[in-house]
């Protein structure tokens, strides 16, 4: 019988990684407190406190708590008067929300490459992308790891261009000192639960700018204005508001986040250095501009023709029947389904029915596509013998890589 778990031997472990998300007592008190106040929503205090003190952290003076992080893209995008037939420059390497966002907003998502070291939007291809409909740039945060905001930030403004960051992978990240969300027009974060601070769902959208705040607020609250009347609706919103609940579990959240925030950098630090020894796997860079990764993801690139030609999907099937949670992430955006659904069913724009994706090709999103590994946040809450584990089990696989690499279909 062979060694490895996934042909029926030990596996290297059988208990799982700190389950996330961990409720404590804290949790409890926080939840129970809002049960027993019966202000469950409107009325009730948790939500203005939480949005002051996310605000806060994050140097900016408004904060708009919102359902999810792919609705906080969408208000974000109408709050910067993006809409009917606009561009917006999205990574073709990122959770589907931040291009459906856009499309939702019948505007245009146009997608452009990553940096093959980082993984994050890479600002070369943005410049090559800029159009005369061009109004907007989503950079992502990926995996924690905070995109170039330096170059970015130049290009939004030698061209007027309004510049989110979705920062829903980068809680507490910071990119030259600054926390991100705080450095283009405005910020949105996703507390959904595989985020690094979570409230099962949950949103939050961060901007310095008051008039943008304004519009933030209204449109995630029925088009109201914050010191009208209640039945009155100047402006064409809809009911993206939060719960008493997630915000008060949010903050229950908040005071233990920083400290998991540094668990984690310290975990990766000691992986990087641990994985970067081994043949065909080398792990994603770091931007000597970046102070901070929020390590949402560890990520790890994998060259199969280093390992006898074993695929990825064998390779991922092993390191889970070893106990290792490692997952193949995203596919190439601009090949989803939702394109084509957008055009037949919701955006007739001339300039849309005109855009073709087909001929889309971003080399490195495409190696990415094929070469990583994932691995969750909450492995990165572990101890350093479970992280000796993930080690451990990617070296015995490496020993057994050519009786694997036989028995792969
Ligand atoms: C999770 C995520 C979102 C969406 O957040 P939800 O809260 O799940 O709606 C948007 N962008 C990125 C990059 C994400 O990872």
Avoid at 99 to 124: G, R
Avoid at 191 to 213: H, R, V
Avoid at 321 to 334: K, N, Q, T, W
Wanted: aromatic residues 8%; positive net charge; charged residues 25%.
């Amino acid at each position: 019988m062979s060694k490895l778990a996934l042909l029926g031997g030990k596996p290297v472990r059988r208990p799982p990684f700190p389950a996330w998300p961990s409720p404590g007592k804290e949790d409890r008190r926080a939840l129970l407190a809002v049960l027993s106040s019966r202000a469950w929503g409107i009325g009730g205090t948790e939500i203005a406190r939480l949005e002051k003190r996310f605000a806060r952290l994050h140097g900016v003076a408004y904060g708009v708590a919102v359902m999810n992080g792919t609705v906080a893209l969408e208000i974000a995008l109408k709050a910067g008067r993006i809409g009917d037939g606009d561009e917006v420059i999205v990574p073709s390497y990122t959770f589907a929300a931040t291009a459906t966002a856009v499309l939702n907003v019948n505007a245009i998502p146009v997608f452009v490459d990553i940096d093959p070291e980082t993984y994050c939007i890479d600002p070369q291809s943005v410049r090559g992308a800029l159009g005369p409909r061009t109004k907007a740039i989503i950079p992502v945060h990926f995996a924690g790891h905070p995109a170039d905001m330096d170059t970015l930030t130049s290009i939004a403004s030698e061209r007027s261009l309004f510049l989110i960051e979705d920062a829903a992978q980068a809680h507490f990240a910071e990119w030259g000192g600054q926390p991100v969300g705080s450095i283009g027009h405005v910020g949105t974060f996703s507390f959904q639960s595989s985020k690094n601070i979570t409230s099962g769902e949950g949103g939050m959208i961060i901007t310095k700018d008051e008039p943008l705040a304004e519009r933030c607020w209204s449109y995630h609250n029925c088009g109201r204005s914050p010191k009208g009347e209640w039945y009155h609706h100047p402006r064409l919103g809809g009911n993206y508001r939060m719960t008493q609940f997630q915000a008060a579990l949010l903050l229950a959240q908040l005071t233990k986040a920083r400290k998991q925030h540094r668990t984690r950098k310290r975990s990766a630090r000691y992986l990087t250095s641990k994985l970067n020894g081994l043949l065909g796997i080398s792990t994603l860079k770091v931007d000597t501009r970046v102070t901070s990764h929020a390590y949402h993801l560890f990520v790890i690139r994998y060259d199969k023709e280093q390992w006898s030609g074993l695929e990825r999907s064998t390779l991922l099937k092993a390191l889970n029947a070893e106990g290792i949670p490692a997952s193949r992430g995203y596919v190439p955006l601009y090949r989803e389904g939702f394109l084509a659904e957008a055009r037949e069913f919701t955006l007739r724009h001339r300039a849309y029915a005109e855009r073709d994706y087909s001929g889309v090709d971003c080399p490195n999103t495409e190696r990415a596509c094929k070469e990583a590994i994932w691995l969750p946040q909450n492995v990165l809450l572990g101890s350093r013998e479970d992280l000796d584990d993930v080690v451990r089990a990617f070296h015995k696989i490496r020993e057994h890589k050519d009786e694997l690499a036989k028995v792969q279909s």
